[in-house]
């Protein structure tokens, strides 16, 4: 499988100098990631180079069959990425993978309560039951197929539907910086990382003041801008 490695240079704070350094030292079992930074796999890339980890990658091309290949399949047999393997610990599915990065890493973005866990949890669940599918249909029928087979009730639905949903977090931000409170933690590296697809599929925003600010703010973070250009 055609790999690279990163060693998280990204903007690191002291901590994360440390935790890179130690990480080195004592010869952990480099972190792997399977998957693109242009697909889910994006949210994986930023939350390593948030906690300035040390990592190699595969990016795998899905569209060529390279996740369906029997070697990748004894790591995911879903056959999906991102994957992740940390040691003798595989873990699936982009939100799972960045709580457990922050619950073994820690860091400023770790999660420290059980109540900042159902936050994390909470948010991270309603980004992909509510929001994810709903912005890849509408970016589907209004962008990515081809006009003849694009289906404007289905993109005029999708906007209603999103419409509704990302009110609910424009509320929740009102009166708060972040998901997590008054700092970036994981939900919001979460959230963020499915609502950047409204920037790829041309949603407007705009009319959600608190959650326009806190995307802008969230995407403009040193990790986010170096895995999306790598993505360019």
């Known amino acids: 499988m055609p790999g690279c490695a990163s060693l998280g240079t ?29 697909n889910r796999t994006f949210r994986t890339y930023w939350m390593l180079e948030e906690l300035g980890l040390a990592y190699e990658s595969s990016p795998l091309d899905t569209q060529a069959g390279e996740t369906r290949t029997e070697e990748f399949l004894r790591i995911n047999p879903n056959g999906h990425v991102p994957t992740l393997v940390d040691g003798d610990t595989v873990v699936w599915e982009s939100m ?12 400023e973005l770790a999660t420290t309560t059980p109540e900042d866990d159902a936050t994390a949890l909470q948010w991270s669940f309603w980004a992909i039951t509510e929001v994810e ?9 209004t962008q990515f197929l081809p006009e003849a087979e694009r289906d404007p009730k289905l993109a005029d639905e999708a906007r209603e539907q999103l419409q509704s949903a990302l009110g609910v ?7 708060q910086s972040y998901l997590a409170g008054e700092h970036f933690g994981v939900v919001d590296l979460n959230v963020a990382a499915v609502l950047s697809w409204t920037r790829l599929t041309g949603f407007d925003t705009s009319a959600f003041a608190s959650l326009d600010r806190w995307l802008g703010t969230c995407l403009e973070r040193p990790a986010a801008q170096k895995v999306s250009a790598q993505a360019s």
Do not use: F
């Open 169 to 175: 977090l424009d509320a929740q931000l009102a009166n």
């Open 10 to 38: 990204t903007s690191q704070s002291p901590a994360q100098t440390v935790r890179l350094a130690a990480q080195i030292h004592r010869g952990t079992p480099m972190i792997h990631v399977y998957g693109k930074t242009t």
């Open 133 to 141: 599918g709903r912005l890849l249909e509408y970016g589907m029928n």
């Open 96 to 107: 799972a993978i960045n709580l457990y990065l922050a619950r073994k890493y820690g860091g």
